[in-house]
């Protein structure tokens, strides 16, 4: 593997020296019932072999047959869980057991992560399974290069048109098989110009390198579909999903690309939102259009994902009964039931637009009788862009958490996308990445646990966030115990503090447009996007109780008739849900207003203070990760100054009402 500096390998660095007792196994390594020619296992050992050459400086051997005593042993064993392992250490063998390929990849990578945090393998004895079956990442990139909300640099599947394949995409494989991703999505969502032409002769051979490289890491490979591909590529003149022409067209290609393109899970299809094409178009239902390209996907074994991203974003700001908060639920609740069983519907989480606080959306769990999957972002759209720190595991955990009431037992949304609820086979999770060619990766090098993070959770739904970022910073810095205290702290608080310093309790938005970066209150109040907070003289906040939109109605109850009522809604939700006076008071005792300055107030401090901490790690990581970091949180704090000074003066002009601790507000 190519040593192109400490940052470009990230948490699978292992560039220094680990307790050595973890090293006695490695002598002998064998594997019973697995083929060593088969690329996965092949690339199990030289990840075996690449850790613990560098970790603890010894080289494994491959034995030809078991090892009497001291030794370590890959066996294939039916009975334990798709994609799942065993590892048991006793009588001087280690031995890790798995039903397939992917089980030996995520042990192995297991191993060499208990090595990496210096975790004794003495005596270890665990059984481990993917929560999720599909776990994914959907790349937003573009085939100019360009990322569509990427704050990593470029693209690098794509430059000018070209595909790039190269030792980047197999160290990003390498990195996403580590945390356990099984599906990757290669190209933007909104699938324009040379991008339509992925399921053309143009590009087979590039896409299948690709393809090739991710199976060896047992990834699948997937690509977003332009709807209207038919029209773009020579076919008939329609798109309409129950159109004879249309569909003979779809399956003579669907032939053509799984026969070119090997390990190709499905598509990835966001139609009928923010200007792509869909089956409305044509009066048909969203059911249509999926089921039809389901159909004939099947025979390969193929998938469609279908986004539930569908609103209308030529809204009238006037109109305050159109909601996109509802628009989800209106527009696929209705067909639940109707999706074929290869299809799964994609949630965006929230339903307004991956804010930094917004209600979980009520279409997972919602739905009952169709495949669901939670999508969430790990690319910092909303949440600072890998400028500000923003460690999104707490939420990504909060949602996964939240009791749908779906059932009596069993409903929380973890439980519904894994498949526990309603026992479906097709679910999981998927996130935008947050990747790009920045040597890093992702930019801010503390924006690496988002990615890591999103890996590990998805595979193990109830590691704790802070178990997560401490078992990051462990691999990715060092096993100091300062070190790891503090930056995990860091990461923990820092979702918090980037909500304090932007929007109040579930508002979201006031940000810039287009850019989605730095305060712009009334940015999107006029606009056609469905984004309003409402503010007046007088108050602020969406109401969507029974008297306004009528969204609370969209949970199970008691969801319901608890966001329906202002004294039980969860005060950080408060103006998500409702329309409230500035003199409204709080549970803390303070008035709406008061907690809006209070907390802009605070979130700069706060951010002052993440500095501060950070300086204290100076000579203790790495110099270049530190002056990175250092940089990156000088921009956050005038991000965060602005957003205070322009929220906080915006809210004292409309209401009036001055600070009671008379600070300086403009
Ligand atoms: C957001 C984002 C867009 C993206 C869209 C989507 O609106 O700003 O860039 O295309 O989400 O999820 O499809």
């Known amino acids: 593997m190519k040593e192109t500096g400490r940052w470009t390998q990230l948490w699978l660095a292992y560039d220094s020296r680990r307790d050595m007792g973890n090293g006695v196994y490695f002598a002998q390594v064998f594997f019973d019932g697995f083929d060593i020619m088969d690329h996965r296992i092949q690339n199990a050992w030289a990840e075996l072999a690449e850790g613990l050459e560098r970790m603890l400086g010894i080289s494994p051997v491959n034995s030809k047959e078991a090892p009497a005593d001291g030794g370590f042993i890959v066996r294939r064993q039916e009975g334990i869980k798709a994609e799942g392992y065993g590892i048991i250490q006793e009588d001087g063998i280690l031995t890790l057991s798995a039903a397939d390929e992917n089980g030996v990849l995520y042990g192995v990578f297991h191993i060499l992560r208990q090595i990496a945090l210096e975790e004794p393998l003495e005596g270890v004895h665990i059984t481990c399974h993917p929560d999720n079956p599909l776990r994914m990442l959907n790349h937003w990139d573009n085939m100019d290069g360009s990322i569509e909300r990427g704050y990593s640099g470029r693209s690098f599947f794509f430059e000018n048109g070209e595909i790039l394949v190269d030792e980047r995409t197999r160290d990003y494989a390498r990195f996403a098989a580590s945390v356990g991703i099984n599906g990757v999505v290669l190209n933007n969502v909104n699938v324009k110009d040379q991008a339509t032409w992925l399921i053309t002769d143009r590009y087979f051979d590039k896409v299948s390198e690709i393809a090739r490289i991710f199976e060896g890491y047992g990834i699948r490979l997937f690509l977003s579909l332009n709807y209207a591909a038919p029209l773009e590529l020579g076919g008939p003149d329609s798109a309409d999903p129950l159109d004879k022409a249309v569909i003979s067209w779809w399956k003579e290609k669907f032939t053509e690309v799984f026969a070119r393109i090997p390990n190709l899970g499905g598509f990835l299809v966001k139609a009928d939102s923010e200007g792509r094409p869909g089956p409305f178009t044509y009066g048909r239902t969203q059911a249509d259009g999926a089921n039809m390209l389901a159909d004939l996907v099947k025979p390969y074994g193929g998938i469609i994902i279908w986004r539930c991203f569908v609103y209308n974003c030529t809204q009238d700001w006037r109109d305050r009964k159109t909601d996109r908060a509802r628009a ?97 086979k097709l679910c999981g999770m998927a996130a935008v990445s947050n990747t790009g060619n920045d040597a890093n990766w992702t930019g801010n090098d503390l924006a690496a646990a988002n990615f890591y993070g999103f890996g590990r959770l998805a595979f193990s739904t109830s590691l704790t966030a802070e178990e997560i970022a401490s078992e990051w910073v462990g691999m990715t810095y060092s096993n100091d115990e300062t070190v790891k205290q503090t930056i995990v702290r860091l990461l923990m608080g820092s979702r918090e503090t980037y909500e304090k310093y932007t929007s109040p309790l579930g508002i979201g938005w006031m940000v810039t447009p287009n850019t989605h970066y730095g305060p712009s209150v009334d940015g999107y109040e006029y606009s056609r996007w469905g984004t309003y907070h409402r503010a007046d003289h007088l108050g602020l906040g969406v109401d969507r109780t029974d008297t306004g939109t009528g969204y609370v109605r969209q949970y199970h109850e008691p969801n319901a008739s608890r966001y329906n009522s202002v004294e039980k809604c969860p005060e950080e939700l408060l103006l998500f849900f409702h329309h409230l006076p500035y003199t409204y008071r709080l549970k803390s005792g303070k008035t709406l207003i008061q907690h809006i300055y209070d907390s802009h107030f605070e979130g700069v401090r706060e951010v002052e203070e993440m500095i501060r901490v950070w300086e204290s790690l100076k000579g203790k990581i790495p110099e270049d990760s530190y002056a990175l970091v250092r940089e990156r949180f000088e921009r956050q704090l005038y991000n965060a100054r602005e957003w205070r000074d322009q929220v906080n003066s915006y809210f004292y002009r409309k209401s009036g009402i001055a600070d009671e601790k008379n600070r300086e507000i403009f």
């Open 328 to 424: 989800g639920y209106d527009n696929f609740i209705k067909m639940d039931g109707d999706y074929h069983d290869n299809v799964i519907l994609q949630i965006k989480n929230g339903p307004m637009d991956f804010q930094i606080r917004e209600a979980v959306s009520p279409l997972l769990g919602g739905l009952m009788r169709t495949n669901q999957m939670l999508e969430v972002q790990a690319a910092q759209e909303y949440t600072g862009q890998q400028i500000d720190l923003c460690y999104l595991i707490p939420l990504f955990k909060e949602v996964l958490d939240f009791k749908t009431y779906c059932k009596p037992e069993l409903d929380t949304v973890a439980d519904v996308v894994s498949g526990r609820t309603f026992g479906n």
